[in-house]
Every structure is written in C-alpha cells, then in structure tokens.
C-alpha cells in the first residue's frame, strides 16, 4: 500500500471548492507519456493552474502501474524544481484514475497511490451503478481518496470508453444516487462525448450545443455539489488540418466549442476532461516534422517540439477557457 501524500499528490476535495467557490474549472488532463506528463506540468505550474493528472485504464496498462507511480512521483518533483526556478508557487497535484471500470481496479489504483479514482458504472443499470459506486466509495474513503460516479453515457470511442448511444442524464436520479453512493463528484452527461469525433455534421453547420438546462436543473437538485464534464475536448481545428495536411485522415473531426465549455466552467462544473486535443497536438507537431524531415530518427527531434507544442497549447485552455490560471 502507498498513500497518496507520501508521493505528494492531493485529492480534489479543496481543489473543487474553491472553482465552485470562484467560478471555474479545474483541468483534467490525460497522459500516455513521458512528454505529454512534462507538458501537463510545465503549463500548469507556470501558468500557476491545480490540475489533475488523468490516467485511463488503457493508459495505465500501456506505461505499466509500477514505472507510472514513479512517474507521477517525479510529476510532483518536478513542478517544484519549475517553481522554484521561477518563483512561483507549488501547484496541487492529483493522481485520478479515468473511467475505472471494475472494483478491482479502482482498489489496485488507491493501493498504488492514486489519490483520485473514477468508477464508471454508466453501463449498468441503475441499481448495479449504485451499488459498484458505493462499494468503490467505501474503499476509497478508507484512504481519504475522492471517488467520482458518473450517471448518463457518453457516446464515442476513446481508449476502452466505447458507446454508440448518448443517454442525457435524467436529474431526477442525481439526489438518490449522491446520497446512496457518498461519491465526492458527479460526471454527468449533457452533450459532450468521447473521442475526435463528437458529432455528424454538414460542413458549415455548428456543433450542437450542450444541454445546459439539465446542468441548471442538476444544480438544484444537488446544490454546491461538484460537477464533472467528460469528452470536453474541442478537438482544434488548426491541428486537425495540420494532420490532414502532413498525411494525415481526420476529415469531419469536431468537438466542443471552448465558449460552451468556459460558460459550463462558471457553473457547478469545477473539473473538465481534456484528452483529444492533446493527442492531436502532439500527431500535428510529430507529423508536420517528419513529413518536413524524412531523414530524421532521433525521437527528441520531434518529440521535444511536439512537448513544446502542448505547453502553449495546455496554458491557454487554462488561461481563457478553464479559467484555472492564477488560482493557487
């Protein structure tokens, strides 16, 4: 067993308090890498930005649970070394584990120091989440780690996440389901979905908008509560021609305009999921430079831009559409 605090990682209990009590969204940033991980935390700490490290079931298995603890051990080493170069302050940290599928998993999560897991019970029927969720809670709490639930389904695929239907969440279950389960966040589903391809539409047209009156109806009935918004990620459209253009095929690929997602972030939504656009960010950069420079082999040549290329990207969402900068 490894406690989270031992590795200096938070949970997001104070995190969520103050974006709900100050109006904005803490970022929850998903990594597969070691570059991806330095980008996180370098934009984070220097534009002075909580943020939450997300890990997905698949990313966990691709960097291994052993060699990923001390990742995100150096994570926290090194947004102190950047602080105090800088003289800034040390930013909170947490370590949460995205779309945990299983008991077992959320366990094995805590036991290795995550200081935040999710357990996905959407599948299931109603009483089959509640029950996984309150179990999972049970557990969790044990350790003072926070524990989100999820009520709704996404639509789209991204990494073991796959759903062909968007079920919106019915807010008449969310009072029920926070007091049975004692979760410590709700992600809930109005509109966002997974992947880079959130919606069909015809060139020209707008994404749809998201559902803003179920968020509104959901805050009153769980008032102060803090809401999770998953599949957030606006899937840039200079990276996504970007990739078409170095070779790539993302044709249609659209997600959630960044002016919904700030308006969600004045709410009751204080934590948004960003995966896609990293992955994007980092392809447009690796693509554009090998397509420039087909002699290059040396991984750092493209890699080390390519990080680069997230920082800028990362501070921004954290600047003008979370919020979160210039929070600690």
């Not at 990594?31 to 534009?47: G, P, R």
């Not at 998201?210 to 008032?223: G, M, Q, S, T, Y």
């Not at 040396?298 to 600047?319: H, I, S, T, W």
């Amino acid at each position: 067993m490894i406690h989270y605090a031992d590795l200096g990682f938070s949970n997001t209990r104070k995190m969520f308090e103050d974006a709900m009590k100050n109006g904005y969204a803490v970022p929850a940033y998903n990594f597969n890498n070691m570059e991806q991980l330095q980008a996180i935390i370098t934009a984070c700490t220097m534009s002075q930005s909580p943020v939450i490290l997300q890990v997905s079931k698949g990313a966990r298995n691709y960097a291994n649970q052993t060699l990923l603890r001390w990742m995100g051990q150096g994570a926290v080493e090194l947004m102190k070394e950047i602080a105090d170069e800088n003289n800034l302050k040390e930013i909170p940290i947490a370590m949460h584990l995205d779309h945990g599928d299983s008991f077992e998993l959320c366990k094995s999560c805590v036991d290795m120091g995550f200081s935040s897991v999710m357990i996905d019970g959407s599948h299931l029927t109603y009483d089959e989440n509640v029950e996984l969720t309150r179990r999972v809670v049970e557990y969790a709490h044990k350790y003072d780690v926070t524990v989100e639930g999820e009520l709704g389904v996404l639509a789209g695929i991204e990494d073991d996440v796959k759903a062909e239907e968007h079920t919106y969440t019915n807010p008449d279950n969310v009072e029920d389901f926070v007091k049975k389960t004692g979760v410590d966040s709700l992600a809930i589903a109005i509109g966002t979905s997974h992947g880079a391809y959130k919606f069909k539409i015809k060139d020209g047209e707008q994404p749809p908008p998201l559902r803003f009156d179920i968020l509104e109806e959901v805050e009153k009935r769980i008032p102060g509560f803090p809401i999770v918004l998953h599949g957030a990620s606006s899937v840039l459209q200079e990276y996504v021609k970007t990739i078409n253009k170095y070779g790539g095929n993302l044709e249609g690929a659209v997600g959630v305009s960044e002016d919904q997602l700030r308006k969600a972030a004045k709410s009751a939504v204080c934590k948004i999921n960003i995966d896609s656009d990293g992955r994007l960010v980092m392809t447009a950069k690796v693509r554009e430079i090998l397509w420039n420079k087909p002699e290059e082999f040396d991984p750092r040549k493209y890699l080390g831009p390519a990080r680069d290329e997230l920082v800028k990207m990362y501070e921004r969402k954290n600047r003008d559409v979370l919020g979160s900068a210039f929070r600690v």
